[in-house]
């Protein structure tokens, strides 16, 4: 096992991002201990307010952005941050040169369940002369991501991340406060006979995606020929974590639930940062039209498809939309 810092420059990430990413580290330890504490911290059940996407906010995602905004604002490295709990981008050091968007606490409603949730990250560089009241600064494909990652806050913490150079598992050793390396370079099988997707948005999803399903289903007596296996964990940091480690197929696709509302997930501090992160680890992860680090963003809340996961099996997914 490793420490996070020499692992970090042995890749050669530049000092100023190490020094960022154990700062949003410090955060997340933080919001572990919190959630650790469980109901003695004073911080579980609902606020009375909404976010700006409409969702009500748990007093526990109040905490976690407040914890990670500060935390990170204070650092100097940041030019701005964005998150889900924030209505627009908040300006931070002139000039900082990153900016990073997030997920404070990701699963929102597993929290008073005592079930799998996390903090998600994304880091890009800016322009010298980037406005950090701006929020168009972070209208940038996620392919400009110089580092993601998550912090899930299981059993134990772990850490998966990576800066561009293969994604690597840390887990927080709780005795001495720092997240060691557990796993290089993990990697996704190309194959898989499990698949992760909220079955119950089933007859609101378009004709590709219920065939693709109904075959899984079917297992070995459909054209796929053997059994699939389902998980569903409601909370995209778990149900990717689960990828990474044992391989499979997550998906969100789109869907006719809300006329308005034809995607679940966000782009900015979702998507684009597990994509960073399948990717690295071998995997694929797309729309039904194309690669999701590839697009161009227009808003920080964008919602968007995703399916990820093996590779063979996209593929095989993707081939239901032709
Ligand atoms: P929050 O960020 O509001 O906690 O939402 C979590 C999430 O966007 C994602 O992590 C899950 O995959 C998805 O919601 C689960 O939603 P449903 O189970 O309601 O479909």
Same mark, same amino acid.
């Given at each position: 096992?490793?420490?996070?810092?020499?692992? /970090?420059?042995?890749?050669? %990430?530049? /000092?100023?991002?190490?020094?960022l990413?154990?700062t949003i580290?410090?955060a997340?330890?933080?919001?572990? =201990?919190?959630?650790?504490?469980?109901?003695?911290?004073?911080?579980?059940?609902?606020?009375?307010?909404?976010?700006?996407?409409?969702?009500?906010?748990?007093?526990?995602?109040?905490?976690?952005?407040?914890?990670f905004k500060d935390i990170t604002l204070e650092s100097?490295?940041v030019?701005?941050i964005?998150?889900?709990?924030?209505?627009?981008?908040?300006?931070g050091?002139?000039?900082?040169?990153?900016?990073v968007?997030?997920?404070?606490?990701?699963?929102?409603?597993?929290?008073?369940?005592?079930? /799998?949730?996390?903090?998600? =990250?994304?880091?890009?560089?800016?322009?010298?002369?980037?406005?950090?009241?701006?929020?168009?600064?972070?209208?940038?494909?996620?392919?400009?991501?110089?580092?993601?990652?998550?912090?899930?806050?299981?059993?134990?913490?772990?850490?998966?991340?990576?800066?561009?150079?293969?994604?690597?598992?840390?887990?927080?050793?709780?005795?001495?406060?720092? =997240?060691?390396?557990?796993?290089?370079?993990?990697?996704?099988?190309?194959?898989?006979?499990?698949?992760?997707?909220?079955?119950?948005?089933?007859?609101?999803?378009?004709?590709?995606?219920?065939?693709?399903?109904?075959?899984?289903?079917?297992?070995?007596?459909?054209?796929?020929?053997?059994?699939?296996?389902?998980?569903?964990?409601?909370?995209?940091?778990?149900?990717?974590?689960?990828?990474?480690?044992?391989?499979?197929?997550?998906?969100?696709?789109?869907?006719?639930?809300?006329?308005?509302?034809?995607?679940?997930?966000?782009?900015?501090?979702?998507?684009?940062?597990?994509?960073?992160? %399948?990717?690295?680890?071998?995997?694929?992860?797309?729309?039904?039209?194309?690669?999701?680090?590839?697009?161009?963003?227009?808003?920080?809340?964008?919602?968007?498809?995703?399916?990820?996961?093996?590779?063979?099996?996209?593929?095989?997914?993707?081939?239901?939309?032709?």
């Amino acid at each position: 096992m490793q420490r996070l810092a020499p692992a /970090l420059r042995e890749d050669g %990430v530049p /000092l100023d991002l190490i020094s960022l990413i154990k700062t949003i580290l410090a955060a997340c330890k933080e919001i572990s =201990f919190r959630v650790g504490q469980g109901q003695m911290s004073g911080v579980m059940g609902s606020t009375l307010d909404e976010n700006i996407q409409g969702e009500v906010q748990k007093r526990l995602d109040v905490v976690a952005n407040q914890l990670f905004k500060d935390i990170t604002l204070e650092s100097g490295f940041v030019r701005a941050i964005s998150s889900e709990e924030e209505d627009t981008s908040v300006p931070g050091n002139p000039n900082g040169k990153y900016i990073v968007s997030f997920d404070p606490l990701d699963g929102s409603s597993n929290i008073d369940i005592n079930s /799998l949730i996390g903090t998600i =990250f994304s880091i890009m560089e800016v322009d010298e002369d980037a406005d950090p009241s701006d929020p168009n600064i972070f209208m940038q494909p996620g392919t400009s991501q110089v580092c993601a990652g998550y912090v899930l806050y299981g059993p134990s913490t772990m850490l998966a991340m990576t800066t561009g150079n293969g994604t690597h598992f840390y887990t927080l050793d709780r005795t001495h406060g720092s =997240f060691m390396r557990t796993e290089r370079n993990v990697q996704i099988e190309p194959e898989t006979s499990e698949f992760a997707v909220n079955m119950s948005n089933q007859r609101f999803w378009h004709e590709p995606m219920k065939n693709y399903i109904d075959d899984l289903v079917a297992g070995s007596d459909g054209p796929r020929g053997r059994n699939f296996n389902m998980r569903w964990i409601a909370a995209m940091v778990g149900d990717v974590h689960r990828v990474l480690v044992r391989g499979g197929i997550f998906a969100y696709p789109a869907d006719t639930k809300s006329a308005d509302k034809p995607y679940k997930l966000r782009l900015m501090y979702e998507a684009n940062p597990m994509s960073f992160l %399948v990717e690295q680890a071998g995997g694929l992860s797309v729309t039904s039209t194309g690669r999701i680090m590839e697009m161009e963003p227009s808003g920080i809340h964008q919602r968007v498809e995703v399916i990820l996961g093996a590779k063979k099996e996209v593929e095989k997914c993707l081939s239901y939309y032709k």
